[in-house]
């Protein structure tokens, strides 16, 4: 019951006087609604360049391949296809897919028209690095690379050069034989390879015609998407692992090498950390301030109700009472100002988010962790601002209190 009383005299005590709760609140409002905004922006920045960021390249994204031996001048050991079948088997869900891929130019011809391209000499499963969409037909399949069938996927620049009046599937044009056009990228689809890419201008073909034309084997660059972007440095781990039990060491150095895209963007994290702290602190200021206009405004209750804390103690409320007593009310009051921050921080980050879409294309919520860490942190001012108030109150003498004028 005692407990019950406490919030009733709290709630009684906001609301005797609005107009002086609303000013010694409007710190604490302000501070909050700027800590969430500023949580809110940073966070959106964050999003948005990580999906400008995937959309070029996944992020989750491991390079494998033999490392180069500067004292023989050669490279120590080539990823083969078996060792993509033994990665495959060995790691199992700790990978979403694994491929392969040679990169270089060439002129693709079709009836006198020529177009210099870069081919991309890959497995099917290329398809599951990058969201691929085709106007026409489709990507060429495992059989198509068991049986070297001269097919090819042009890119939408290409197939638009080569083939002004459109319908290019079916049609063959010489790479270094003739192939035939099985599919053709989508208008929309852009590089996932080239930073900044226009309309794509690559062209996809089986790997296994591509080392039979050139005479090479096993020399391509090994891409591994990890199921888990959060541990893909473990996951990069877990890959060497399994080739040095294969392939065993050098003087101790594995013979291969690996690194992941993660590695390259972890000073996002970094400044998004930095900024949100020293924004944060700034913000922070105006809820110091706040406090101390609570500790203000708390010491002036407690003058006002001098009597009715000596009669309080007159009818044998102990000090542990009226310190629960003021301490709460402190704690309410601050505890309303958060929630008007809260709301207020919500509405500017509404009015911000609308404004960034005008510019990009952007979709982010407040976090919710942020609005438990408003609440969390305006209860921490109402405590710490309000326990010296609360102990003067606690420390009254009742016969003096009783007499104050």
């Excluded at 407990?3 to 609303?22: G, H, Q, V």
């Excluded at 296809?81 to 693709?108: F, H, P, V, W």
């Excluded at 084997?217 to 399994?242: C, S, W, Y």
């Excluded at 970094?270 to 500790?295: D, N, Q």
Aim: net charge negative; glycine share 8%.
């Amino acid at each position: 019951m005692k407990w019950i009383e406490y919030i009733r005299l709290a709630f009684a005590e906001i609301f005797y006087n609005k107009m002086r709760t609303f000013l010694t609140l409007l710190g604490i409002i302000i501070g909050i609604a700027a800590v969430m905004i500023i949580i809110f922006v940073v966070h959106g920045a964050e999003i948005y360049i990580m999906s400008e960021l995937e959309s070029v390249l996944p992020l989750d994204l491991i390079e494998v391949s033999g490392r180069w031996d500067y004292d023989r001048q050669r490279m120590m050991a080539n990823v083969t296809m078996e060792d993509i079948n033994y990665i495959k088997n060995k790691l199992g869900k700790d990978i979403r897919s694994i491929t392969a891929i040679y990169q270089t130019d060439l002129e693709l011809n079709y009836q006198g028209r020529v177009y210099d391209a870069d081919i991309i000499a890959t497995l099917p499963s290329f398809q599951d690095f990058y969201k691929m969409s085709f106007s026409e037909g489709h990507f060429f399949t495992d059989i198509d690379l068991e049986t070297r069938n001269q097919v090819v996927v042009l890119g939408y620049e290409i197939a638009r050069e080569l083939f002004p009046e459109g319908d290019a599937l079916g049609k063959k044009i010489d790479i270094y034989g003739p192939y035939t056009v099985i599919g053709v990228l989508s208008e929309s689809y852009k590089s996932p390879l080239v930073t900044g890419g226009t309309n794509d201008n690559w062209a996809f073909i089986p790997l296994t015609n591509f080392e039979r034309y050139f005479g090479i084997k096993d020399r391509f660059a090994v891409l591994i998407r990890a199921a888990d972007r959060g541990n893909i440095g473990r996951t990069q781990a877990k890959i060497l692992e399994a080739l040095d039990e294969k392939y065993g060491l050098v003087e101790g150095e594995s013979k291969f090498q690996a690194f992941n895209l993660s590695e390259g963007i972890e000073g996002i994290s970094i400044i998004k950390i930095v900024l949100m702290v020293l924004l944060s602190g700034v913000a922070s200021i105006t809820l110091l301030v706040a406090g101390i206009g609570v500790m203000n405004i708390m010491l002036v209750i407690i003058t006002e109700r001098t009597k009715e804390i000596g009669l309080r103690k007159a009818l044998g409320a102990s000090r542990g009472d009226i310190l629960i007593q003021f301490i709460i009310e402190s704690i309410f009051l601050c505890l309303l100002g958060g929630v008007l921050g809260i709301v207020l921080g919500y509405l500017g980050s509404n009015l911000a988010l609308n404004y960034a879409r005008e510019f990009i294309n952007l979709e982010v919520a407040v976090p919710f962790w942020s609005v438990i860490l408003s609440l969390a942190f305006t209860c921490g001012v109402g405590l710490f601002f309000g326990i010296y108030p609360a102990a003067k109150a606690a420390k009254l003498d009742p016969i003096v209190a009783l007499q104050y004028e």
